[in-house]
Nanobody, 115 residues
């Protein structure tokens, strides 16, 4: 069982930045695949970033160049650096760990971008 806790969300003005963290209970294995998702009201859930166990990171087109995902397995933590935020980025952000075909979700952290 893996327990994930996100933090770092909040309210920010357009153009601002936030850094989300996702701390895992226990170890993050090098074979784990890590994801950031977001879900805005009345919109479908979106996969924001996927951190493959190869080290390759793929991003949602709308966040490319603005968001940077990373993982620190030694600290059992995953990060999402978000820059140049705009109101369309407003959502609850979730981190997900996939291990042995099973997904573990965090509780989510709210990000609100408004002036």
């Amino acid at each position: 069982q893996v327990h994930l806790v996100e933090s770092g969300g909040g309210s920010v003005q357009p153009g601002g930045s936030l850094r989300l963290s996702c701390a895992a209970s226990g170890s993050i294995y090098s074979t784990d695949i890590l994801y950031w998702y977001r879900h805005a009201p009345e919109k479908e859930r979106e996969q924001v970033a996927i951190i493959w166990n190869s080290g390759v990171i793929n991003y949602l087109d709308s966040v490319k160049g603005r968001f940077t995902a990373s993982r620190d397995d030694n600290k059992q933590t995953v990060y999402l650096q978000m820059n140049s935020l705009n109101p369309e980025d407003t959502a609850v952000y979730y981190c997900v760990l996939r291990r042995a075909s099973r997904d573990y979700w965090g509780q989510g952290t709210q990000v609100t971008v408004s002036s």
